[in-house]
């Protein structure tokens, strides 16, 4: 989508510091990060919020989570243990309109979250 920031990302139009890529997603370091690790997996493909999934387009969470599980192994925090998270719409504070899953870790967390 033209004005979508993950989509410049993705296509490389903006910078980032991505840390595994394929095919199907994108994985970069968030730019405002809450743990140690704080990395966002995004598909190539735009799809704008968790409610806008479908049949079609719902193997992509599948990757995104495939991604995740190699980039907490990649930065040491598989065993450790990490949290993942997809914020969708207003009250869960989603601020950026193209699915996203937020890979956190390297440090405890709380339950609930705020
Ligand atoms: P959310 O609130 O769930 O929509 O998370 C959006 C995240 O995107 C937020 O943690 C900050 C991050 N972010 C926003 N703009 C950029 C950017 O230009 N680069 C990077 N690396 N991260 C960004």
Same mark, same amino acid.
Request: aromatic share 8%; no cysteine; hydrophobic share 45%.
């Given at each position: 989508m033209k004005d979508c920031l993950f989509c410049k990302i993705a296509?490389?139009? @903006?910078?980032? =510091?991505c840390v595994y890529e394929n095919d199907s997603v994108v994985a970069f370091?968030? @730019? =405002?990060?809450?743990?140690p690790t704080h990395v966002l997996v995004i598909p190539r493909q735009h799809v704008a919020t968790l409610n806008d999934l479908? !049949?079609?387009t719902g193997a992509l969470v599948s990757e995104?989570?495939?991604? !995740?599980k190699h980039i907490a192994a990649?930065? +040491?925090i598989a065993q450790s243990g990490y949290r993942t998270v997809m914020n969708c719409n207003r009250d869960a504070g989603q601020s #950026?309109?193209? @699915?996203?899953?937020? #890979?956190? +870790?390297?440090?405890s967390?709380?339950?609930p979250p705020g």
């Open positions: 296509g490389g139009e @903006i910078k980032a =510091n370091r968030d @730019i =405002n990060p809450q743990a479908t !049949a079609e995104m989570f495939l991604a !995740a990649q930065d +040491g #950026v309109f193209h @699915i996203h899953l937020h #890979v956190l +870790g390297g440090r967390m709380d339950w």
